[in-house]
T-cell receptor, first 111, second 117 residues
Framework: GDSVTQMEGPVTLSEEAFLTINCTYT??????LFWYVQYPGEGLQLLLK?????DKGSNKGFEATYRKETTSFHLEKGSVQVSDSAVYFC??????????FGRGTSLIVHP | EAGVTQFPSHSVIEKGQTVTLRCDPI?????LYWYRRVMGKEIKFLLH????????ESGMPNNRFLAERTGGTYSTLKVQPAELEDSGVYFC???????????????FGPGTRLTVL
């Protein structure tokens, strides 16, 4: 079946550091890919998405590119802030796909 | 506009007891979804309602889980009897779109943390 694998956390960074959270997927065909963020005490919020190969999703300084050849959708940000501390989930879905999430990666940013 | 709300936020019960979780979707959203995240693992899809009908319940783990959405408004998820492996966070989401399981249009609630002792 479909699956999403993302790097284990927690990821601990200092403010203004560069962030990469790796995500790879297994699916038949070409699903849409997503990154969700969950801040403490809140529900999941859509951070960005890409619907086809080579698309780049971006939002709030985060970006991820849909790479069909490596079945990847890595999340990056050039300079993280303390307020980015949260749990990040990679997911696939759309069309006939059952929404499928990764395990989540906790990000902790220190001042 | 109020978001998706879930009640309770936390529940601690003993093995063998019954627990009922409630989800109130955003007003006017016909689609309602339940998901579960067992500690440290993936968020798993459980089921999808369109109004009061179950569109897809392929993710329901077993017959100890019963979801209902009477009247097509709020939904309940009952676990009876609860087992240790049912512990986790149960998320609800709702969406307005007519196309079914689009993920990017779903609004998630904060989740109910269930602990079975």
């Amino acid at each position: 079946g479909d699956s999403v694998t993302q790097m284990e956390g927690p990821v601990t960074l200092s403010e203004e550091a560069f962030l990469t959270i790796n995500c790879t997927y297994t699916a038949t065909g070409y699903p849409s890919l997503f990154w969700y963020v969950q801040y403490p005490g809140e529900g999941l919020q859509l951070l960005l998405k890409a619907t086809k190969a080579d698309d780049k999703g971006s939002n709030k300084g985060f970006e991820a590119t849909y790479r069909k050849e490596t079945t990847s959708f890595h999340l990056e940000k050039g300079s993280v802030q303390v307020s980015d501390s949260a749990v990040y989930f990679c997911a696939l879905g759309g069309g006939s796909y059952i929404p499928t999430f990764g395990r989540g990666t906790s990000l902790i940013v220190h001042p | 506009e109020a978001g998706v709300t879930q009640f309770p936020s936390h529940s601690v019960i003993e093995k063998g007891q019954t627990v009922t979780l409630r989800c109130d979707p955003i007003s006017g959203h016909d689609n309602l979804y339940w998901y579960r995240r067992v500690m440290g693992k993936e968020i798993k899809f459980l089921l999808h309602f369109v109004k009061e009908s179950k569109q897809d319940e392929s993710g329901m783990p077993n017959n100890r889980f019963l979801a209902e959405r009477t009247g097509g408004t709020y939904s309940t998820l009952k676990v009876q009897p609860a087992e240790l492996e049912d512990s986790g966070v149960y998320f609800c989401a709702s969406s307005q779109d007519l196309g079914g399981r689009r993920l990017d249009t779903q609004y998630f609630g904060p989740g109910t943390r269930l602990t079975v002792l």
